[in-house]
């Protein structure tokens, strides 16, 4: 059984420092897309 899933780009989140791979959702705009998770989103003047 071989898998699609393995060769997705990846980014890593400026907050968390956490890797995460692209995801359908943000087929349309992946070059945007910085965080990780919307907790990360919202808590980005904490960290970064």
Do not use: D
């Amino acid at each position: 059984m071989t898998h699609k899933k393995q060769h997705l780009p990846s980014k890593i989140c400026p907050v968390c420092g956490l890797t995460f791979v692209w995801r359908k959702k943000w087929e349309r705009n992946w070059e945007v897309v910085k965080y990780c998770s919307e907790k990360c989103r919202r808590n980005k003047k904490c960290y970064a």
